[in-house]
């Protein structure tokens, strides 16, 4: 009865460290869809940049002022790639602190239940001396049940022999007779 009220509170103690973290789980998962985003968005932004850039290149090439118009393209492309590089780097930033976050969790929770399972460590090693001793009480008892089951057929065996030796010893006892009767018979029939 000890144990299941130990497993209970064990229970109600994980389900309650589990409601937050089911809470923080939602609010991770939020986080991290919207840093999937943020990237996807970051690595379409430098693609359309990539793609207007070499679109800017071509047009200016056919321009009188080659090279103004080049320098104009290379600057809207580097201000679509730092813009680019500030959402995948702010979208790292948050994967990486939702990380952070889990692995506080994590570390937390295996706390949590290594404190659980150190309360439970004294009961649970009564209970198991309990059914140590239990057990080697079993076994004691089966070990003096075939020592009696043993003495008890050592006593029959000697009572077997014993027995044997008394039948053994009159039939001697007869023949001897028999023998001896017929010994005199035979020197009273001899002329």
């Not at 109600?12 to 999937?36: H, N, Q, S, V, Y």
């Not at 813009?83 to 979208?91: D, F, L, V, W, Y």
């Not at 889990?102 to 239940?113: D, G, M, S, T, V």
Request: hydrophobic share 40%; with cysteine.
């Amino acid at each position: 009865m000890e144990n299941r009220s130990l497993s209970v509170v064990a229970g109600l103690i994980l389900g309650l460290l589990a409601l937050p973290a089911m809470a923080d789980e939602a609010d991770w998962e939020a986080r991290l869809k919207r840093a999937a985003d943020m990237q996807a968005a970051a690595d379409a932004k430098q693609k359309t940049a990539e793609a207007a850039f070499a679109e800017q290149n071509i047009a200016c090439q056919e321009k009188f002022l080659v090279n103004a118009c080049v320098d104009k393209a290379r600057q809207a492309h580097f201000a679509e790639t730092r813009e680019s590089r500030r959402m995948q780097i702010e979208a790292n930033t948050i994967e990486r602190e939702v990380k952070r976050e889990q692995a506080q969790a994590r570390e937390a929770r295996l706390a949590a239940e290594a404190a659980q399972r150190a309360r439970e460590y004294p009961e649970r090693e009564k209970s198991l001396a309990e059914e140590r001793a239990v057990a080697d009480q079993q076994r004691q008892q089966k070990i003096d049940a075939k020592a009696a089951k043993a003495e008890a057929g050592a006593r029959r065996k000697a009572a077997k022999a014993e027995e044997h030796q008394r039948k053994v010893a009159e039939h001697e006892a007869r023949v001897a007779e028999r023998k001896a009767r017929a010994e005199a018979r035979a020197a009273r029939d001899k002329p």
